[in-house]
């Protein structure tokens, strides 16, 4: 029997595939949190890949917290490359395979049309270099790796704009949200089961893959979506980025391509608006 390691695992992905693995016993699946594969802590990362031996590896977890990356450099590169480049040897040094989660903020936003995986990176922010050198060490250490860029990841584990948005709408009479930022939406179970979908396909094809939900959306068109919903009475108004400054600059445009990830792995990819309802159910 295969064993998957999950790492990050009380995280959004994390938390999602572990919905998702009971419906595939033919693996044995480890979800490490903290306790069992911290990633920044690298001698220990080391020794528990060592014992753990797993055959897949899905490096869900990362450093994500945007805005404070800017003050914690060190951290985000240790958690967001180091280790990563350690857990990218190990599956090449012990034949196993991976796929990493990376992000769309490897890019800068200057792009006006769908970003392919061939895209210049150019990321403005920390997090972004972080994620980015983490993407070079991965190919470096292990070609064979899968990488998949994603974007706006939601699900009803963790903390993300979704629960932020129903919260604040429970809570206030009106609320204002950026309408100058372009991209599209992930529900972290329909990434999930991408991931499953990938590992239980009959070929392996690495290299950098873009998924996201179908949809091309501001963040304010995504609150009008989940007011929508949820049947909430909030008002909500479109503000520019100018109007709401983050200590982390954001790109404007990160509307992810799918087309290779999708005939790739003949992978239907629903719309966001569908995955989204779900939450709701």
Known sequence: MKKILVT??????????????????????????????TLDNLEFLQSQLEAINADIIFNCGAYTAVDKAES???????????????????TADNNARLIHISTDYVFDGSSSIALTEEAETNPINVYGESKL???IVCLKENP?????????????FGNNFVKTMQRLMQERDEINVVNDQIGSPTHATDL???MINIVES????????????????????????????GGYNCKVGGISSSS?????????????????????????IPNYKESLKKIFI
């Open 133 to 135: 050198a983490g993407e």
């Open 72 to 90: 914690e450099k060190d951290l985000a590169f240790t958690i967001n490359k180091s280790a990563v480049a350690l857990i990218a040897k190990f």
């Open 192 to 194: 999930a089961q991408a």
């Open 144 to 156: 064979e790796s899968i990488i998949i860029r994603t974007s706006w990841v939601y699900s009803k």
């Open 244 to 268: 709401y400054p983050t200590p982390a600059k954001r790109p404007k445009f990160s509307l992810l391509n799918k087309t290779k990830i999708k005939s790739v792995y003949n992978l239907e």
């Open 202 to 229: 009959s070929k392996w094809i690495p290299g950098i893959y873009n998924y996201s939900n179908e949809g091309e959306i501001s963040w304010y068109k995504f609150a009008l979506s989940i007011k929508e919903f």
């Open 8 to 37: 990050g695992a009380t995280g959004q992905l994390g938390s999602e595939l572990s919905v998702l693995a009971p419906k595939y016993p033919q693996y044995e699946w480890i979800f490490a949190d903290r306790t069992k594969a």
